[in-house]
Each structure stands twice: as C-alpha cells, then as structure tokens.
C-alpha cells in the first residue's frame, strides 16, 4: 500500500493502524507530486489517497493516476465527511471513501 498523506501523524497512524494486518505500507507521499513519482518507482496493490493534499486533491490525483494508465484500487480519506465525496470518489476511479475519524477495522475493511 502507498500512503499519500501530508499530515505526519495520519500517516503514522495508518502504520499503527496496518501493523497487525497482512497488508504493508510500502511507501509514503506528502503531495500528488511525489504520489507520481512513487507509483511509477514501487510496486503495491493498493493507494490511500487523502482528498487535501498541497498540491492538489485526492481526487484530481486519482483521476490524473488513470489517465495515466494506473489501475491500482484507491481509497480517499478526508477529516471530515464531505457531501458527495463518495460520488466524486468513484467518478474520479476511486473504490471508496472513508473519514480519518473512522474506527481503525473500517480502514483495514
């Protein structure tokens, strides 16, 4: 899994979060920037995207990372639900959405 997250204590968080799974982190991202050259430079099987990055939001990230030919399953995460982002999740080729706030096993589902 790549984690693109700005936030450094998110993204320790879902390392906590991840530890006792059978899934890995791979790779961290702090911008959509470094999220592109991490995808074409590590192999993993799946993306948690958060939908505020610096540069750019998770959502144009994913639709950017399609465009490119980048098929890997993604997941937004956001701080706080946002009306229709689940919508504009999936328009983007996202699977799914979920919010930081949420129990660490909705994450792991």
Known sequence: MLVIEDDSIVRSWVRLCFR??????????????????????RRCDVL???????????????????????AL????MTASAEQGLNETA???GAQASVVK??????LIE
């Open 90 to 92: 999936r328009e983007a």
């Open 48 to 70: 948690l995207v958060d939908q505020h990055l610096p540069d750019r939001l998770g959502t144009e990230l994913v639709r950017s990372l399609r465009k490119q030919g980048v």
């Open 101 to 106: 706030s949420s129990d660490p096993e909705r």
């Open 73 to 76: 399953p993604a997941v937004l």
């Open 20 to 41: 006792d799974s059978e899934m890995r982190v791979a790779g961290e991202a702090r911008s959509a920037k470094e999220a592109e050259e991490l995808v074409a430079r």
